[in-house]
């Protein structure tokens, strides 16, 4: 049974900066590539990073480009999305995912999910 478990969230000023972990267990974490999305109200769940299976290839989208990293462990089976500069516009729900492709897909790419932690960003 694969489960994603993303921790990290929390409430932040605009300027700051918060780190989400995605704790991963029920298969070889390192055969698989790994993304981040992100859900705010009313609004449908969009991409925001994703990292191939070794971390060799990066990915973002342009709204978090410069300001957010991802980047893994395989082997503490973890993933990780250090955000900086944090706007209100950031503020959503963060999913990680796993899936076979790295590179900027929508969110049918990827076959397993976590529950989500919410990222407040007040300005």
């Known amino acids: 049974q694969v489960q994603l478990v993303e921790s990290g969230g929390g409430l932040v000023q605009a300027g700051g900066s918060l780190r989400l972990s995605c704790g991963s267990s029920?298969?070889?974490?390192?055969?698989?590539?790994m993304g981040w999305f992100r859900q705010a109200p009313g609004k449908e769940r969009e991409f925001v990073a994703s990292?191939?299976?070794?971390?060799?290839?990066?990915y973002y989208a342009d709204s978090v480009k410069g300001r957010f990293t991802i980047s893994r462990d395989n082997a503490m089976n973890t993933v990780y999305l250090q955000m900086n500069s944090l706007k209100p516009e950031d503020t959503a729900v963060y999913y990680c995912?796993?899936?076979?492709?790295?590179?900027?897909?929508?969110?049918?790419?990827?076959?397993?999910w976590g529950q989500g932690t919410q990222v407040t960003v007040s300005s």
């Open positions: 995912a796993s899936g076979y492709y790295s590179g900027i897909y929508g969110p049918e790419k990827y076959d397993y």
């Open positions: 029920g298969r070889t974490f390192s055969s698989y590539a």
């Open positions: 990292i191939s299976r070794f971390g060799s290839s990066r």
